[in-house]
């Protein structure tokens, strides 16, 4: 895993390096192309590239939708607005509604078997 600057961690160092209070590394996230679904485990691919990543059995799962029914002035912490009337919003669902095909946004965080999915944004549908 590089890190910039050239310099590299590997398995171990990996953990204590992300958990130290200094990075401030809250979130680290990956995004891409939900090209495989199996058991709690996506597979994404991005920019060429493929990483199958578990979610956590008690992670979020939010679904963005457009909603014509809020005003500007009515926008929460988080949502967009996006041309004339729309507004982005987050519902949230259920692991089964990710489809392969789906855009997501996964945070993950540090769990005893490596980097797991904490939250799962699956990103509006065209």
Do not use: W
Not at 11 to 16: D, T, Y
Not at 32 to 45: F, H, N, Q, W, Y
């Amino acid at each position: 895993m590089g890190l910039g600057y050239g310099y590299k961690i590997k398995g171990e160092e990996v953990a204590k390096f992300i958990s130290s209070k200094i990075i401030g590394a809250e979130e680290i996230s990956a995004r891409g192309e939900v090209t495989k679904i199996s058991d709690r485990a996506l597979t994404l691919t991005a920019e060429g590239e493929t990483l199958a990543i578990p979610i956590k059995d008690e992670a979020e799962i939010f679904l963005q939708v457009v909603s014509e029914e809020k005003l500007e002035e009515e926008l929460e912490e988080g949502e967009e607005k996006e041309g004339e009337g729309q507004v982005i919003t987050s519902k949230s669902v259920g692991f089964d509604e990710i489809k392969i095909g789906d855009f997501v946004d996964v945070f993950l965080g540090l769990g005893e078997k490596g980097f797991e999915g904490e939250k799962v944004t699956i990103l509006l549908r065209k």
